[in-house]
C-alpha cells in the first residue's frame, strides 16, 4: 500500500513557473513518442490523491486524463461537475485522514500530485515512494517540489532511467 510520487521537475527543483504554468514539459523533444514509463507506473496504482490547484489545472486540459478515480483534497470545493460524476470526489483533512478515506473505499495503492499536496504528505512522512523526472531546464523561479520539513527523510535511490538523452528519471524508496 505504497504512496507514490510521481513527478516531472526542473533541475532547479520546480513544478512549475511563478505563474502556475507547466507548457514548459511540452518543449522537450519525444522522437520516439515514449510515455516516460507512465503506463507501467500507473498500473501499479489505484488511485489518485491530487490538490485543488492541481485538479483545476488538469480540467483545463479539455478531455479528463484519468481513467482510475481521483481523490481531490480541498476544503472549498463541493460539487463535482456532472462530466466527472464517478470519477472525482471532493475530500478534506490531513494527508492521514486522506489516505484513511481512500483506503475506506478501498484504494491501497495512491499516486499523490499536486505541490502542496505532496509538501504535506512529506511533512507527515506519508511518501513511501518518490519518481521523479528531471527536465534540462532551469526555471529560475516558480512552484518548489518541496517544502520545510521537521526533519530529514531518507529515502534509497532504487532506479535511474534516461528518456531520449535528454530526460532523467530518477526512482527512490522511503527508508524507515
Known amino acids: 500500500m505504497p504512496n507514490i510520487v510521481y513527478i516531472a521537475i526542473s533541475l532547479d527543483g520546480y513544478i512549475a513557473t511563478a505563474d502556475g504554468g507547466i507548457d ?5 523533444p519525444n522522437p520516439t513518442k515514449s510515455d516516460y514509463g507512465w503506463s507501467g507506473f500507473f498500473e501499479r496504482i489505484d488511485a489518485l490523491i491530487m490538490g485543488r490547484n492541481t485538479y483545476e489545472k488538469v480540467l483545463t486540459f479539455g478531455e479528463w486524463p484519468y ?3 481521483v481523490l481531490v483534497a480541498t476544503n472549498t470545493l463541493n460539487d463535482v461537475p456532472s462530466h466527472l ?8 483533512g490531513q494527508p492521514s485522514d486522506l489516505i484513511a478515506e481512500a483506503n475506506r473505499q478501498g484504494y491501497e ?3 499523490i500530485d499536486g505541490g502542496i499536496t505532496i509538501q504535506g504528505f512529506l511533512a507527515a512522512d506519508l511518501v513511501d515512494e518518490l519518481i521523479l523526472t528531471h527536465i534540462p531546464l532551469l526555471l529560475g523561479d516558480g512552484y518548489p517540489l518541496f ?3 521537521a526533519d530529514p527523510l531518507k529515502f534509497r535511490h532504487t532506479k535511474t532511467e534516461i528518456y531520449n538523452d535528454t530526460l532523467v528519471q530518477t526512482s527512490y524508496e522511503r527508508q524507515r
Open 147 to 149: 517544502g520545510k520539513l
Open 24 to 28: 514548459w514539459l511540452h518543449d522537450v
Open 67 to 69: 481513467e482510475k478515480k
Open 85 to 92: 460524476e464517478g470519477k472525482v470526489r471532493f475530500i478534506k
Open 109 to 111: 495503492s495512491l499516486y
